[in-house]
């Protein structure tokens, strides 16, 4: 299993995906490098206060081994040449360690943040992960362009502005997914999927995984180097005391999670759904701070792994061990000594 460091590294409280003031872009090279050589397999970044894409750029130059992901950048508002050459560029810059992590976002967001129409959005990032590949497959090989879809019509593309074949033209492509329908469409297009921090492992079992491979053998690929990487809700501390402040903040984002309607299948699932339901009324009201307290203990530990550093790493295995390719997990660090721990607990998950 290998071990993913989501960037700003050691200024996250685990779980809790956002920093409040976002990534102190000056500091991504040594956080990139840090991460290298804490014995970090992938470094990740989210699509939140800063370009995703220029993250990459920044940890690709910092760094000589560890992949680069994005994790993830948001398809829809881009078109697919602008993405495919960011990946492109990026690709060849890091000499063929990174990863183009997608995903959809949800229909507020892409009508009134970035003012694109909706369509539904299983089939239309099915077509854009096919227009990116007819892209790399006209720049890496000369063929033709001409990819016909109903979002998308390419035909033109002129030496001027086609880039160079690389070394490394295969750019796995990952795609966030909860919902069974668009873990499919992975299956079908995608080389992995990166699974929202609220699916529990019998729901990655159950649910996901048996969606992708219908998705693969719907379109006759090899499902066999297909990749579930994992981002849990971690809860974590050096004692009891710090433990309890974490566990407010990750039943916090628990109950957040399950009041948006995109996710209720995840918890509808696992016997839920009245809970998530009656949260979304109190987040249509506003009432955020009665949120948490619909979140009792046992749904706490359906969704999040709770653990000092002395245990965590052997729950996440636990959990997830067998079941996903790549786990996410950050812990603050304050000194040496948490860089000691962060080591173990690395070293653990990837035995």
Request: aromatic fraction near 8%; hydrophobic fraction near 45%; charge should be negative.
């Amino acid at each position: 299993m290998e071990v993913e460091a989501l960037l700003p590294l050691g200024k996250l409280d685990p779980g809790v995906r956002v920093a409040a003031g976002g990534l102190d872009i000056t500091q991504v090279a040594a956080d990139a490098a840090r991460a290298e050589a804490l014995g970090y397999d992938r470094i990740l970044t989210e699509e939140t206060r800063d370009d995703p894409f220029i993250v990459m750029a920044l940890a690709a130059q910092a760094t000589r081994r560890i992949s680069l992901a994005t994790a993830v950048a948001v398809a829809f508002p881009r078109s697919p040449t602008i993405t495919a050459m960011t990946a492109w560029t990026l690709q060849r810059l890091s000499g063929g360690r990174f990863i183009l992590g997608l995903g959809s976002q949800v229909r507020g967001h892409i009508e009134r943040r970035f003012g694109v129409p909706w369509s539904a959005p299983g089939p239309w990032l099915r077509e854009y992960v096919q227009a990116l590949r007819a892209i790399w497959d006209c720049w890496q090989n000369g063929s033709r362009l001409d990819f016909q879809g109903e979002h998308y019509k390419l035909s033109l593309m002129v030496p001027l502005f086609a880039p160079a074949p690389i070394e490394h033209p295969n750019i796995r492509v990952e795609l966030a997914a909860v919902n069974p329908y668009m873990c499919q469409v992975a299956g079908e297009v995608a080389d992995g999927i990166r699974a929202h921090p609220i699916a529990t492992p019998r729901y990655i079992a159950d649910t996901m995984l048996p969606a992708a491979r219908k998705g693969a053998a719907k379109a006759g690929r090899d499902f066999s180097g297909f990749a579930m990487s994992a981002m849990p809700l971690v809860a974590t501390a050096g004692n009891r005391a710090m433990l309890d402040e974490r566990v407010r903040d990750v039943r916090s984002r628990v109950a957040f999670y399950a009041s948006t309607p995109a996710y209720i299948a995840a918890f509808e699932g696992e016997g839920y759904g009245e809970v998530a339901r009656r949260l979304q009324g109190l987040a249509r009201s506003q009432c955020w701070e009665e949120m948490p307290g619909l979140v009792d203990d046992e749904m706490l530990d359906r969704y999040a792994v709770v653990g000092t550093y002395d245990e965590i790493a052997g729950k996440l295995r636990a959990r997830y061990e067998g079941l996903v390719t790549a786990l996410e997990f950050s812990m603050p660090l304050a000194d040496a000594t948490d860089e000691e721990v962060l080591r173990g607990v690395i070293a653990t998950l990837r035995l």
